[in-house]
């Protein structure tokens, strides 16, 4: 059975950073990046307009576009940024419990370090439109524990899911990734 495995955490907590690192050395995962894929509709979209104030785009929206990806997945799926709220996580597993087993990777990250690490992105030009907008990046964080967090309650106990709690130091990616790999390896996600 093909594995799906979910990057969650919170802004600035390496999710991409994270993910990308793990397709440099397993080939097998198909990436599916949400906020990417969601950025990178039309400038005129209203999807992208709403995203770039901090608000979330609509369940039926997100999900409609991720259950063509994931469902034509010839392998391994690696979930970046999905899902952000309980009913995306129920919607997840209720559609794909039964097709993939499911891994549900949570990057925990204190806030103090999310937002430290949002400014370096902005400081060193590598921030997104929505970084440089302070108010965004409060609405973020806020939806973040009022939304995500939830979620990734309601997955640490949903039958048929495998949690993995990484704690996310203020150190170095190449340090956070070793902590991140032994984890994975430990638990059989990632090939020995």
Known sequence: MNKLVL?????????????KKLLETNKNFTYIETGAMLRALPENSPLRAMIARGEMVPDS?????????????????LLDGFPRKLTQAQWLINTFGDKF???????NIPETLMLKRIQNRITEGAGRADDADSAAVRR?????????????NWLRT???????????????IDANYATLTNILTANNVLSR
């Open 7 to 19: 990057m969650m955490g919170g802004q600035g907590s390496g999710k991409g950073t994270m993910s």
């Open 61 to 77: 929206e997100v999900c409609k576009l991720l259950e063509s990806k994931i469902t034509s997945a010839p392998r391994d799926v």
């Open 101 to 107: 087993a499911t891994i549900a990777v949570y990057l």
């Open 140 to 152: 973020r964080l806020d939806t973040f524990m009022h939304e995500t967090i939830p979620a990734i």
């Open 158 to 172: 949903a039958k048929n899911v495998k949690f993995l709690e990484i704690p996310i130091a203020d150190t170095t």
